[in-house]
């Protein structure tokens, strides 16, 4: 039974590999021959759209119509029936869970950021100066390639906690127990457990803005570093003046590219504590809403605040982009 | 400048000038060193736990089985029978396997089409539309969830890999037009107008030309789109929902952590099954992560 069911997934899998490349692929054969049949003023006009159509298919039905659609939803009750008015933002703005979600999202975004890229900074610069540099970068990028959820399970036996006088199997409360201390419930205790939950995170992006930051250190011409050290300049000294500066434009790409996933990171709380003791943060209260209230306008409203905290990156990547195209 | 240089390095053949710079590169050294060790650690010691006996897992730490280093009876590969069979791993992993590879492959062709129209063909609209694909890299998916969802419920596709597919497509597509039409679009346009004169049709250029020359890029796209699929929970939790048969191995995981959360070799040995396949990838494939990240870091 198991067996059968199985074979049957296979296949549509193997059938969907082959509709996903070779169908498409012969859907637009198909598309452009008949275009050929036209005359060339009207098929130069049509062409461009036989390419595009399927693209703008998939983003109109997955991204843009969804998003007006939630806009709307919004200003509507938990069912969508009926229009409400601004509600679900007073709500949103006003209670007391949605404002803690607020209070660690700010928490989150200054402490991932500010931390994961200094310290990929910091390690951009001395990994340029050992041997064994694509080893030591290998291991610190590697938790970019584990899922929140893997890590989540990774840092749960990390924080495990045994009642006192019990051998303690989580790695942080051997040590706090090593160094004299009480164990420490990582997770249930209020004034730490939202730090354990942003360590998590910290540890996943450190390695993505090391590497970006590294290729960017590289890019620093060496007679410039060689023309400041001869002129007395000391290493502290090259680094705030030289490399901070030069590589200014990649460490605001990476700290808005961290911003954004931060602001949508639900994952590690969901897994982790399930929003619990205070550990909420705004895409984990949204899930919260849709699925355990099925309150529909609150999660679209909390969604929508997502969206306008994401604007601003937005613009930038729009004005970035257009710079790009004027300088090509 | 480079006379001075040259002649410090020679001059630093002396015991004393050796140990000085031996000194002054020592902290670069323990720093680099630590940090590595440091974010290595979590990981190694949920590999070392998966492979010990599930009483003496919750007994002692991992890292006890360093004192007695040579000891090899004390790993065993029961704990992962146990999650393959028992907690319906095996069949997860075979699902994340029938969900990541055409959510991988659908985006690439669609997008490397389009990224193409957008690089090389004159049509109205074509900037703004770019412009459009540039803003929709950092919207969030939790502004798309609900009425995705309910058109799912409606036509009958949540619970279904076709719908999973589907939203994976959409969701890579921006990503996949924004690096694809970057890199397409710096061609030689002496390459691409030859051609053209020579009387290629634009699906000759494209097929011939432009996909041969920018397997790099699609090669960048498809690992980035392949580990995001693969460890992706909230797409698979809202629109596959409860159906277990269809879960991948991020939802069981997730279930694993909230009904057997004290059960920690199905745990590490369930955790380390979700990790095992992006690892490889990563790995083998880093050179084209690195290179999808440095040229799409703008999306989030």
Redesign the interface.
Known sequence: MQDSSNAIRLISAIAAIIFGSGGIIALFYLANMAVNRLPYRSRSRILPWVYMVPALTVLGAFLILPTIRTLIISFMDRQSTAFVGLDNYIFAFTDPNMLIAFRNNVLWLVLVTGISVGLGLIIAVLVDRVKYEPLAKALIFMPMAISFVGASVIWRFVYAYQPPGVEQIGLLNAIAVALGFEPIGWLVNKAVNNFALIAIMIWLQTGFAMVLLSSAVKGIPKDVIEAARIDGASELQIFWRITIPMISSTIVVVSTTIIVLVLKVFDIVFVMTGGNLDTDVIASRMIKEMFNFRNFGRGSAIAVILLLAVIPVMVVNIRRFQQQEVNR | ?TG??KLRSSQSRTVADRLETWLT?AP??F???A??LL?????A??LI?SLRQPEV???????TVLTPPLDLNQFHLGNYAAVLSGQGMA?AF??S??IS??AT??P????T??A???AW???PG??I???I????????????????LRAYNTLGLSGT??GV???H???G??LG?YLLRNYI?TLPRDLIEAAAVDGA???KIFTRIVVPLSTPAIASFAVFQF?WV?????VA?VYLGGNQ?VAPV?LV??NL?GDR?QD?HL??A??FI??IV??L???AL?RY??RG??AG????
């Open positions: 400048m001075v240089t590169a670069v050294h720093t680099v060193i940090l590595a974010w290595t650690l979590p990981t010691g949920l736990s897992l919750l007994e002692t730490g991992w890292w069949q075979l699902n396997l029938i590879i055409p492959i659908m690439i062709a669609i997008a089409f389009a193409y129209a957008l063909m004159q049509f074509r900037q539309l770019f412009i694909i540039v803003g929709l890299l950092v919207v969030p998916l939790q502004m798309t969830l609900i009425p995705v890999f076709l597919w589907l939203a497509t959409g969701y597509m921006p037009i679009g049709s634009h699906l580990l693969w460890n992706d929970l909230l939790l048969t991020t995981l997730r952590v959360g920690w745990l590490t369930g955790a979700s990790m992006p690892l990838v990563f790995f880093q992560f690195v990240l440095l870091s703008v999306k989030g």
